[in-house]
């Protein structure tokens, strides 16, 4: 009678741990559930706000990292909860599993460096998918923007993948507005006030032409002489464009200015070279013409 006492006691055990079990699990189950709810809910409310489609898109790609998160941590903790009921020592595995974590690292720190920077980038909002980057001695058209990396392509067509660890500056030539510089070099002997009041008419007959009137946002900024440079004197300008169009707007009012030089007689010079020669030269280079 008393092994039965003590079959059923210990059966009772079993059945009882065995029921601690299924709740941590369908708690565990329903607290992930639950939490990849709620931070779905939350992104789609933030995203309802934004316009921008990359911002929508940054909103979807933090909240998948954050669900992420969310279930490995609530796994973790469930594990660790169902192998104690199990009767399994959890000292030794956590104590290896810091020692092998402690291992992967050291040598895998450039990857977790990748993927923090990643997330900074992300959660910053530093880069976005159709800026054009600058990064190091890269630069193009942000294609893709993940924890990992950042993939660009050049104006050649050319793809590049830089690792996020490896990002330290961040030159984003796609935010708010930009600066079309133009340094344009006029000959010693002309009339700098004409080639700058030129400057302002072929600018103002741009901003009226309908293809280029919502590129450029304001007038051209007259900086002034800003070198004399070894056969030009240098005048630099600048207009505020929108993003991504102060390449395209360069180019056309170069373009426009070289015509509008040539009706007015500027010359645009090319490089020159004056070679003076001394006394004794000259008077043997001349001795030399004069012999039979």
Do not use: C
């Amino acid at each position: 009678m008393s092994d039965l006492l003590v079959n059923l006691q210990g059966f009772g055990g079993v059945a009882a741990s065995m029921l601690r079990i299924v709740g941590i699990v369908l708690a565990a189950w329903a607290l992930i559930y639950l939490a990849q709810r709620g931070i779905r809910g939350l992104r789609i409310r933030i995203a309802s706000r934004m316009d921008d489609r990359e911002s929508v898109k940054r909103a979807e790609t933090l909240g998948r990292v954050f669900r992420y998160l969310a279930a490995v941590v609530v796994s973790l903790i469930a594990g660790i909860l169902v192998l104690s009921e199990l009767g399994v020592s959890v000292a030794p595995i956590l104590g290896a599993a810091g020692v092998v974590g402690l291992a992967v690292g050291f040598g895998a720190q450039s990857l977790v460096k990748d993927f923090f920077t990643g997330f900074f980038l992300l959660l910053e909002n530093q880069i976005r998918q159709g800026d054009v980057v600058r990064l190091g001695e890269h630069a193009g058209l942000v294609e893709d923007v993940t924890l990992r990396y950042v993939q660009l392509r050049d104006y050649d067509g050319n793809v590049h993948f830089v690792p996020n660890g490896s990002i330290t500056s961040v030159v984003n030539m796609a935010r708010g507005h930009a600066q079309a510089v133009i340094d344009v070099g006029v000959a010693y002997g002309a009339d700098l006030d004409t080639a700058m009041a030129l400057m302002h008419r072929v600018a103002a007959e741009l901003r009226l032409d309908e293809n280029f009137a919502s590129r450029i946002l304001d007038d051209l900024e007259m900086a002034g002489v800003e070198r004399w440079a070894d056969s030009s004197v240098i005048l630099r300008a600048r207009f505020r464009v929108a993003p991504l169009e102060q390449w395209t707007v360069r180019r056309e009012f170069l373009r426009r200015l070289k015509y509008a030089f040539d009706d007015a007689g500027i010359e645009i010079p090319f490089p020159q070279m004056a070679l003076h020669l001394s006394r004794h030269a000259a008077a043997v280079q001349t001795v030399d013409q004069k012999s039979p």
